[in-house]
C-alpha cells in the first residue's frame, strides 16, 4: 500500500512511459516514474473505495435493525428503494464509464449488502446459463442465490410454496412477442409481479467442434429458434431445428454429439463446454427479452413504475372501449393490452393490461375504482419499478 505523503517527488525517476510503449505488466524499467505515480493514485482510491463499501455495508445492516426483527432476507428486500438508488447513480454519471457498467457496480454492491446474513433465493428457468439466469443477477446481482428450475411453472410453485423468494420469468420479446405461458400464469396464480427486467439477447450457434460443416441438427428454444430464422435458413438450411425446454437444455444436449449445435447465449457455452461456430446470430440487431420478477408482495412506490392488471370484462357491446376510457379520463399512458382466453368460459376473454404509474399513486386510483364499474373482475398483479436499462 502506498501512502500519499511518502509518495515519490512527481517525475523522481525521470522519464514517463509513452503511451505508446509496449512493455510488459511488470518490466522493472516502466514501473518507475509516471506509472508509480499513477498506481500510487488507484491503490489510494481503491483504499477509499474499499472504506466506504465498508461503511455502508455497517449503515445497510443499520437500516435492516431499523426494519425491527424480521426473519428473512426477503422481508428486508425493497425494489423501489434500489430502483431509486440505481436512479441516482444513472443521473449523476458523466463517464467514462457507461450507464450499463456503473449499474452492474452498484448493483452488486447492494446485492451484497443485502446478503449480509442470508442471500435472497430466486427461482428461474434453468438449467444454468439461460438468459432468465442473467436477467436474475442483471436485477438481483450475484449474491443473491439463483436456484435453477425446470420450467416456469415450477418457479410459480417453488415462491408459492416458500422455497424461493422470487422468481424470474421471460414474458416477451422484441421481436417474438408475449410468451403467452407465461402471461397465463397469472389466472390461477396469487402471485404478484414485483418488477422487470430488460436483457439485451444475443444468440450463438454452439457446438463441439465449433465447425459449421459437421452440423446436421440445431436443438435451442422455440424463441430462440424464431430470433435466428433468418440466419438459419441462411446458413443452415437443411439441418433439422428441434425445439427444447431452453437454451441451456439445447447445449447440454449439443455436447453428446459431434453433429448436433445448439442456439444458446456465449454463458451457455461456457457452461457446458462448447465453442461458438456463429455469433451474434440473431435476425435483428435490438432484440431484446423482457422478464417479469415474481413474488408474493406488493412494494410501495418508486416515483418510476408500471402497473399490471388482470381485466375480466362483461361480454357487452363497448366493454373494451368502457375499460379503457376511465385510463384515458386520468391521463394514466397504457404500455400495453393483451387479450387471452379467461378459461372462465368459452368465449371469455381477460385483457392483460400495463399502464404508467403505481396503484396507490392518485390517478391511477382513480382510474381503477371507475374501472369497476365496467369490467366483472378487477386482478392488480403489481405496481413495481420500471426497468432501468
Ligand atoms: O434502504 C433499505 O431499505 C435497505 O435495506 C438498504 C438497501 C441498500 O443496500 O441500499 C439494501 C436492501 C434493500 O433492498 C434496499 C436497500
Known amino acids: 500500500m502506498v501512502d500519499k505523503r511518502k509518495r515519490p517527488a512527481k517525475k523522481a525517476a525521470g522519464k514517463a512511459v509513452p503511451k505508446t510503449a509496449k512493455r510488459a505488466p511488470n518490466a522493472a524499467a516502466g514501473d518507475t516514474g509516471r506509472l508509480q505515480e499513477v498506481r500510487a493514485e488507484i491503490d489510494g482510491i481503491d483504499r477509499r473505495i474499499q472504506e466506504l463499501i465498508t461503511q455502508r455495508a455497517h449503515w445497510a445492516a443499520k437500516v435492516r435493525k431499523a426494519k425491527g426483527e424480521l426473519k428473512a432476507a426477503v422481508e428486508y428486500y425493497r425494489p423501489e428503494r434500489e430502483s431509486q438508488i440505481l436512479r441516482r447513480v444513472l443521473d449523476r454519471n458523466q463517464g467514462p464509464l457507461s450507464d450499463e457498467v456503473l449499474l452492474r457496480l452498484f448493483r452488486e454492491i447492494m446485492s451484497a449488502c443485502l446478503a449480509q446474513q442470508e442471500p435472497l433465493k430466486v427461482g428461474f428457468l434453468g438449467p444454468e446459463g439461460t438468459f432468465s439466469q442473467q436477467a436474475l443477477h442483471k436485477h438481483f446481482g450475484h449474491s443473491a442465490q439463483a436456484l435453477p428450475l425446470a420450467s416456469i411453472e415450477e418457479v410459480f410453485q417453488e415462491i408459492e410454496s416458500g422455497n424461493a423468494d422470487f422468481g424470474v420469468v421471460p414474458v416477451e420479446n422484441s421481436g417474438q412477442g408475449t410468451i403467452q405461458s407465461t402471461l397465463d400464469m397469472f389466472l390461477t396464480s396469487r402471485l404478484k409481479i414485483c418488477g422487470e427486467v430488460e436483457l439485451r439477447v444475443h444468440q450463438h450457434l454452439l457446438s463441439r467442434t465449433g465447425r459449421l460443416e459437421d452440423i446436421e441438427r440445431v436443438y435451442s428454444h422455440p424463441q430462440s429458434l424464431a430470433q435466428c430464422k433468418a440466419w438459419l435458413r441462411a446458413n443452415l438450411p437443411h439441418a433439422e431445428k428441434v425445439p427444447v425446454s431452453s437454451n441451456a437444455e439445447a447445449a447440454r444436449r449439443a455436447r453428446v454429439a459431434d453433429d448436433c449445435a445448439a442456439i444458446a447465449g456465449e454463458t451457455a457455452g461456457q457452461v457446458y463446454g462448447l465453442k461458438v461456430v456463429a455469433g451474434p446470430i440473431e ?19 418508486s416515483g418510476h413504475d408500471r402497473t399490471s392488471l388482470l381485466v375480466f370484462v362483461r361480454d357487452q357491446p363497448g366493454a373494451l372501449y368502457n375499460v379503457l376510457s376511465p385510463f384515458a379520463r386520468h391521463g394514466v399512458s397504457m404500455n400495453r393490452i393483451e387479450s387471452r382466453p379467461a378459461h372462465s368460459g368459452r368465449w371469455q376473454y381477460v385483457f392483460f393490461i400495463d399502464v404508467s404509474g403505481h396503484v ?30
Open 283 to 301: 435476425d435483428r440487431q435490438d432484440n431484446t427479452t423482457r422478464f417479469l420478477v415474481i413474488g408474493r408482495e406488493f412494494f410501495s412506490p
Open 360 to 389: 396507490e399513486e392518485g390517478n391511477v386510483a382513480q382510474a381503477m375504482s371507475e374501472l369497476g364499474e365496467y369490467a366483472s373482475d378487477v386482478v392488480v398483479l403489481g405496481s413495481y419499478p420500471v426497468a432501468l436499462l
